[in-house]
């Protein structure tokens, strides 16, 4: 038997992975233990989960492997210092004394957190290689294309190769500054979103807007090539260099200073996200056609945190040259933590390699799981008070009862999800078919933005009846965005449609009608799908089905098990803590049912506002 353990740290998304003999055991984010958002400490909890999972102690691990090349990447921030010189100071002086502390000495760090006894050869993979790693050997294919699309690694920025059996091959590097994930970020910076969280909501901002500046994109910052190959002009941004995003030339050529987070959104910022997105969607349809010429693969798969920007994804589906994509669920650095796992296994020790045709990611349902004697005990030492049910059709009716009435239920069941989607292990589910479902949930719920569209899960089998998929066509992860169906759309009047394309308050814009499900349908008509089936999903999947059964919607909504600026919950403490201090009307945990003002306490004000006042906004 042969373990290998693989971590990711010190940027952000800490995570450890464990793979045994090939075989994906364990695999976390350090944000779901620390509570910490993004956390990008050395993941101590996380690879204590992971060991755990598989029954190890430290020093019966073979092999640990770090996903990127600390000294690689300290000469590129000294080499960029050198080139930046003096203006880059503030920025050198900041990033030093981490680098000197602990990221040169890795070996020692890794050592020293793992325990004395180690006696695993510790192994450093290159940073994009382990994103690579990540998208095509858990996927479902014995060979295909692999992009990788990040801010930057160690120099690249986008990578593209082959894999084929237990081998991958990266063929093309982009180097920073030349970084598509970096100039996404400038934009997610620029229209006040914070970078490297908030490029999802920019993305989510994109269909209120038109994409009227994409010319002064093209024209002034980017030089795409006709291979998607492109060239950032460096004198409009400051990452180089400084502590943000973009300069004063930037902000002139698009009218105005940043805006400041939280303050109002206008049509400008709209249009901007609109801009850029479609910016990104043509660099992703170009290097796809480079490839496929390159490789003449029919299959592609993607990673690297660019890669989470799905409506690109969907319509690389669409129109691009693949018949199949597949994405690494946490595509972003967590994931790297896997990929230099399986890297260590296929690659370095060259284990067979045959692709499991629903893909080896078992759902990404790969974190801690609670039993309900657990949840008992933790919910008895808070005085709470619970129905369990030690039948499932009973509790499932219940369940489907509570969402069919309009209630919004908690959901934690089974293994804790890998990568920064819920995909109903830890999940708040609400009806779809609810024109209130969007906005009550934002903000009484998630105390997040308004504008911010909601996800759809639909059972897999149903899906093409709801969405533009193909039949058969999944989305496991909640990586594509497809239009939903012309025959569940509502036709606007024209008022109507001015009102969705124009009015201020995005609110309104929200509450014209769009489809038979409008709590999961985006402005422009698109969501982002989760497919779900027995084998991956189990009782989650039977909930929904119950629900189709007794509804005729075999569709919900589907967000993650957190306040806004709260990493997804863990632990049935975390989770009961989120229940209390939301509006959320009943929680599941397990084969336990807690409903609001029956049988749970409120919690109070004061504890409340505590409560919700340790997680930064976002
Ligand atoms: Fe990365």
């Known amino acids: 038997m042969t373990t290998v353990l693989g971590i990711s740290a010190f940027y952000h998304d800490s995570a450890a992975a464990l793979v045994r003999d090939g075989e994906i055991v364990a695999a976390a984010q350090e944000e779901r233990f620390t509570r910490r958002k993004h956390d990008a400490g050395f993941p101590s909890q996380a690879i204590d989960y ?7 102690e430290p020093e019966q691990v073979d092999y640990v492997c770090f996903y990127e090349k600390p000294l690689r990447k300290f000469e590129r921030l000294l080499e960029t210092y050198l080139a930046f010189a003096p203006s880059g100071f503030a920025s050198f002086r900041m990033a030093v004394p981490l680098w000197l502390k602990e990221r040169l000495w890795m070996s020692r760090t890794m050592r020293r957190a793992l325990g004395a006894n180690l006696k695993s050869s510790l ?20 060979e295909a294309a692999i992009l990788t699309l990040d801010g930057v690694g160690e120099w690249s920025t986008t990578t593209f190769g082959h894999g084929s059996g237990n081998k991958i ?26 970078v490297n969280s908030g490029e999802y909501k920019l993305m989510g901002l994109a269909p209120y807007g038109r994409p009227t500046y994409c010319d002064a ?5 980017i030089d795409i090539k006709p291979d998607g190959s492109f060239w950032l002009n460096t004198e409009y941004f400051n990452y180089c260099q400084g502590l943000t995003m973009t300069n004063d030339r930037f902000h002139r050529l698009f009218g105005g200073p940043p805006r400041a987070p939280e303050s109002n959104l206008e049509q400008r910022h709209m249009d901007l996200a609109a801009s850029i997105q479609s910016v990104t969607e043509d660099i992703f349809l170009r290097i796809g056609r480079h490839i496929f010429e390159q490789t003449r693969s029919r299959n592609l798969v993607l990673a690297g945190g660019v890669a989470l920007n799905c409506v690109a994804n969907g319509k690389l589906l669409r129109e691009g040259p693949f018949d199949s994509i597949w994405i690494q669920p946490a595509a972003g650095d967590a994931g790297g933590a896997l990929g230099a796992a399986l890297f260590v296994w296929y690659q370095l020790l060259n284990n067979p390699r045959r692709a499991n045709p629903h893909d080896s990611q078992k759902g990404s349902l790969l974190g801690p799981r609670w039993t309900s004697s657990d949840v008992e005990r933790v919910l008895s030492g808070q005085g709470a008070q619970y129905s369990t049910y030690n039948h499932e059709p009973e509790l499932l009716d219940r369940v489907t009862e509570l969402l069919a009435a ?3 239920v908690g959901w934690f069941s089974g293994p804790m999800e890998f990568g920064p989607r819920s995909l109903g292990a830890r999940s708040i589910l609400g009806d779809p078919r609810s024109s209130e479902m969007q906005s009550v949930m934002n903000l009484r719920i998630k105390f997040r933005e308004s504008f911010r569209p909601f996800a759809p899960c639909v059972l897999a089998e149903e899906a093409h009846n709801w969405f533009d998929l193909a039949p058969g066509q999944e989305s496991p992860y909640m990586l594509l965005v497809a239009p939903v169906a012309q025959s569940r759309r509502i036709h606007a009047s024209a008022e109507e449609a001015r009102v969705m394309a124009e009015a201020p308050d995005l609110r309104e814009r929200l509450r014209m009608p769009r489809s038979t499900i409008p709590a999961v349908t985006h402005v422009d008509y698109s ?3 989760e497919t779900v089936d027995e084998r991956r999903h189990g009782r989650f999947y039977r909930l929904m089905k119950n629900f189709y059964r007794k509804t005729g919607c075999p569709v919900l909504v589907n967000t993650s098990f957190n306040v806004r600026g709260e990493p997804i919950v863990c632990t049935p403490n975390d989770a009961y ?20 003002g029956t049988v749970a306490p409120a919690m109070a004000e004061s504890e409340r506002e505590r409560h919700l006042q340790q997680f930064q906004l976002d």
């Open 50 to 56: 992971c060991l755990k999972a598989a029954g190890l």
């Open 527 to 529: 969501a982002r799908v």
């Open 406 to 408: 309009g209630k919004i």
């Open 123 to 142: 192994i450093f993979t290159d940073h994009h290689e382990s994103h690579a790693a990540s998208a095509f050997f858990p996927s479902p294919f014995d």
């Open 217 to 221: 994109i093209t024209k002034h910052l």
């Open 169 to 194: 091959t990266l063929a093309q590097h982009l180097q920073f500054p030349h970084s598509l994930g970096l100039l996404y970020s400038a934009f997610t910076y620029y229209c006040g979103f914070r």
């Open 577 to 596: 803590r989120c229940f209390l201090a939301t509006d959320m009307d009943a929680l599941v945990l397990e084969d336990v049912l807690l409903v609001k």
